[in-house]
T-cell receptor, first 113, second 114 residues
Framework: AQSVTQLGSHVSVSEGALVLLRCNYS??????LFWYVQYPNQGLQLLLK??????LVKGINDFEAEFKKSETSFHLTKPSAHMSDAAEYFC???????????FGAGTRLTVKP | ETGVTQSPTHLIKTRGQQVTLRCSSQ?????VSWYQQALGQGPQFIFQ???????GRGNFPPRFSGLQFPNYSSELNVNALELDDSALYLC?????????????FGSGTRLTVV
C-alpha cells in the first residue's frame, strides 16, 4: 500500500525566507501526489497535485513541488514566506487503482516576522 | 458554486451513544469521501460513496457506516461511540471517484466523546 512520510513536524522560517517542506512517498505503482494546507478550524485546501504530467507542479499562492522518482520525493517549496502561510501542511498519495488517499502526519509551518 | 458543507460543526456525545454527521457535496460532484482526523495527525480514510454506493473503505470497524442520497449528499453514522472516536471528521467531494480529480473538503465536524 502507498504511504507518505513528512520529515519534520514543525518548520519555522522568517518572513521572506524560502519555505521547504519535505515529503517522501512509497508506492508500488505510479503515484498521484498532493499537497494540502489546513488553517486552524478549517478543512483542507488543495495547493497542488501531480498526476504524471510535468514533474514540476505549480500551485496556488506561489507554491510549487517537484516530483523526483529517483528520490521518491515530492517536496513543497515557496521562494518567499508570508505571514499568511502559517498553517498545517499535508502531503498525500494515491494511485489510479484506488480512491484511498493516504495522508502524512503533517508539518506545521510557523512564519516569524 | 457552493462548496462542501458539513453539519453540525461541533458535537459532544457520551460513550456508547450513536451519532450522525451530515455533508452536502459541492454542486456537480457525485462522490463523497469521509476522513477521520485525530488531534495532531493526518486524515485517515474511512470510506467513499460514489453514485450512492460504497466505493472503498479504510481500516475502520463496521460501526462506522454511511449513506449517500440521490442528490449526492451524505451521512456518516457511528454506533457505540468510544472515547477514541473523538476527532475532526472531514467530508470531501469530487467530480468522480478517482483521486486525481482532486477533492474539495468541508470544514469538518469536531466530535468529542466523553
Amino acid at each position: 500500500a502507498q504511504s507518505v512520510t513528512q520529515l519534520g513536524s514543525h518548520v519555522s522560517v522568517s518572513e521572506g525566507a524560502l519555505v521547504l517542506l519535505r515529503c517522501n512517498y512509497s508506492s508500488s505503482v505510479p503515484p498521484y501526489l498532493f499537497w494540502y494546507v489546513q488553517y486552524p478550524n478549517q478543512g483542507l485546501q488543495l495547493l497542488l497535485k501531480y498526476t504524471s504530467a510535468a514533474t514540476l507542479v505549480k500551485g496556488i499562492n506561489d507554491f510549487e513541488a517537484e516530483f523526483k522518482k529517483s528520490e521518491t520525493s515530492f517536496h513543497l517549496t515557496k521562494p518567499s514566506a508570508h505571514m499568511s502561510d502559517a498553517a498545517e501542511y499535508f502531503c498525500a498519495v494515491s494511485d489510479s487503482n484506488n480512491n484511498d488517499m493516504r495522508f502524512g502526519a503533517g508539518t506545521r509551518l510557523t512564519v516569524k516576522p | 458554486e457552493t462548496g462542501v458543507t458539513q453539519s453540525p460543526t461541533h458535537l459532544i456525545k457520551t460513550r456508547g451513544q450513536q451519532v450522525t454527521l451530515r455533508c452536502s457535496s459541492q454542486s456537480g460532484h457525485n462522490t463523497v469521501s469521509w476522513y477521520q482526523q485525530a488531534l495532531g495527525q493526518g486524515p485517515q480514510f474511512i470510506f467513499q460513496y460514489y453514485r450512492e454506493e460504497e466505493n472503498g473503505r479504510g481500516n475502520f470497524p463496521p460501526r462506522f457506516s454511511g449513506l449517500q442520497f440521490p442528490n449526492y449528499s451524505s451521512e456518516l453514522n457511528v454506533n457505540a461511540l468510544e472515547l477514541d472516536d473523538s476527532a475532526l471528521y472531514l467530508c470531501a467531494s469530487s467530480l468522480e471517484s478517482a483521486t486525481n480529480y482532486g477533492y474539495t473538503f468541508g470544514s469538518g465536524t469536531r466530535l468529542t466523546v466523553v
